[in-house]
């Protein structure tokens, strides 16, 4: 019978790694932000151990403390999510109905204003054409 290695659950470059994904930040972003080149980080992800030190500078980088880092399990993300409980995208019965929105509303605010300004411009120049033509009569 052969059995293999499980994976050992403290494996901190494991977790730093699985955090940054989260958080949507790029190993050569999170190089940059400690000094440090991306191969660097990529051998820090791939370490079972860290120094405190260091631990600490990538912590800040990713906006989480050490502890949470040292502690990260993929379980508790997903119980996290699970458990999450927003009412306000749901309606009296609990569940979800909600559409997402697939555009910035400001990117949309400034659309709008841009369209109205325009809009302006052409009723101006369209009344300059008037008072022109009524003077020329």
């Known amino acids: 019978m052969e059995t293999t290695a499980k994976p050992s659950t403290n494996h901190i470059g494991r977790k730093i790694s699985r955090i940054r994904e989260?958080?949507?930040?790029?190993?050569?972003?999170?190089?940059?932000?400690?000094?440090?080149?991306?191969?660097?980080?990529?051998?820090?992800?791939?370490?079972?151990?860290?120094?405190?030190?260091?631990?600490?500078?990538?912590?800040?980088?990713?906006?989480?403390?050490?502890?949470?880092?040292?502690?990260?399990?993929?379980?508790?993300?997903?119980?996290?999510?699970?458990?999450?409980?927003?009412?306000s995208f749901s309606n009296s019965n609990g569940t979800f109905h909600a559409s997402n929105c697939t555009f910035n509303p400001l990117d949309k605010l400034m659309e709008v204003i841009e369209e109205n300004r325009k809009l302006y411009e052409r009723l101006l120049q369209a009344e300059k054409e008037r008072n022109e033509f009524l003077k020329s009569k």
């Open 22 to 87: 989260l958080r949507g930040i790029k190993q050569e972003t999170l190089a940059s932000e400690l000094g440090v080149s991306q191969q660097s980080i990529s051998r820090m992800e791939q370490s079972d151990v860290l120094e405190d030190d260091i631990l600490e500078k990538i912590a800040l980088v990713l906006g989480v403390t050490s502890e949470a880092i040292q502690n990260f399990s993929e379980e508790a993300v997903v119980n996290y999510f699970n458990t999450f409980n927003d009412n």
